[in-house]
């Protein structure tokens, strides 16, 4: 995204404006990873331009003194924009997948908030505001020590948690108005499309508000699988609907360059896999059995026990040569593994 706006040089001015000092090298040394994080900011900075989208979209500089004359704000991002970051950072539902339900952040009144984490867990951030405040909070080793596996989330999100609670306990803290301009719609969250009337009914859904000028277009039959209902991605998210790291499985499929669905096959175990049993585990060590695409596959082996935990599956190991099969829609697939023995 950043690279079809501008890339790093766009960002490093944005940041600039918004009076973040350190970034001082040309833009193609920090590259398109400068909006992930992989420049040096400095707390109070870096605090104060997330004021910045805490006011939606008003620049002001910061100051330690509190008589000292408080210049205007000044406008550098578009309001509606901030109001949908606001709302991105404050949504508990999202969090969910990565931080768990019942993270730090949280709370019983509304908090957007973000979270980093530096390479090696030499420290952590975690940034929230309300309309009221702007919170920064550095967690780490004053001597530059990595931590033991301390994220933003555990490190510096729980003393983010105990100010704002505190704030709030002597303040009620708000939240933003909607724009009124908005409108509300039911989008398909696997495709950014609006469900519409004549589209198969929707495997999922989320409401969202959007400007009336910029609505996605409609869904229609030719976005899903027509025997399974699973929402169809372009060539560009093969790789990631294959991989594990495909969080909505079976939800999805993709079509290649040649506009055919993606191939069911086996991905774990590979065939020809050699694993060899760990003495100091349990007997009963298991392997997990992942097939893409994910959905109605039926596992087989005539010399390894499988059991299924929801829609998990996993082979109890033993030694010996084993062949796994898969079977999906008429399609049969098979893999060779050998366990040895400790």
């Avoid at 910061?62 to 924009?81: G, T």
């Avoid at 509300?184 to 609006?194: A, I, M, S």
Wanted: net charge positive.
């Amino acid at each position: 995204m950043l690279k079809d706006i501008g890339g790093a040089e766009a960002l490093q001015t944005l940041l600039q404006t918004l009076g973040i000092r350190t970034l001082t090298e040309k833009p193609e040394h920090y590259g398109l990873g400068l909006t992930i994080g992989n420049a040096p900011v400095r707390l109070l900075e870096l605090t104060n331009a997330y004021a910045a989208l805490a006011r939606l979209g008003e620049y002001r500089p910061w100051s330690l003194l509190a008589n000292k004359p408080i210049p205007d704000n000044v406008r550098m991002i578009e309001r509606d924009a901030c109001w949908w970051l606001a709302d991105i950072l404050s949504d508990n539902q999202a969090r969910v997948l990565t931080f768990g339900s019942r993270s730090p952040l949280r709370m019983p009144f509304k908090v957007a908030a973000k979270t980093g984490t530096s390479t090696s867990y030499r420290d952590n951030w975690t940034l929230g505001y309300t309309p009221e405040f702007t919170v920064g909070v550095w967690a780490g080793n004053f001597e530059g020590q990595p931590m033991d596996d301390v994220s933003g989330v555990t490190g510096a999100a729980p003393i983010l948690r105990d100010v704002l609670y505190w704030l709030n306990d002597r303040k009620p803290l708000t939240w933003y108005e909607r724009p009124p301009h908005l409108v509300r719609v039911t989008v398909d969250p696997r495709n950014g499309k609006v469900i519409g009337a004549q589209s198969p009914a929707a495997r999922m859904s989320r409401e969202e508000w959007l400007q009336p000028s910029r609505l996605p277009r409609p869904t229609t039959g030719a976005d899903y699988e027509p025997r399974t209902g699973r929402a169809l991605l372009s060539p560009a998210y093969a790789d990631w609907v294959k991989s594990n790291d495909n969080w909505l499985s079976s939800l999805v499929t993709c079509v290649d360059d040649t506009n055919r669905l993606v191939a069911f096959r086996i991905t774990q175990p590979t065939d020809g896999l050699i694993i060899r049993l760990d003495p100091d585990l349990p007997k009963a060590q298991q392997f997990v059995l992942q097939a893409v695409p994910s959905d109605e596959v039926v596992w087989q082996c005539d010399t390894l026990k499988i059991q299924r935990t929801g829609s998990q599956a996993t082979a109890l190991l033993k030694p010996g040569a084993h062949v796994i099969y898969a079977s999906r829609l008429g399609e049969r697939k098979r893999v060779r593994i050998t366990v040895n023995a400790p």
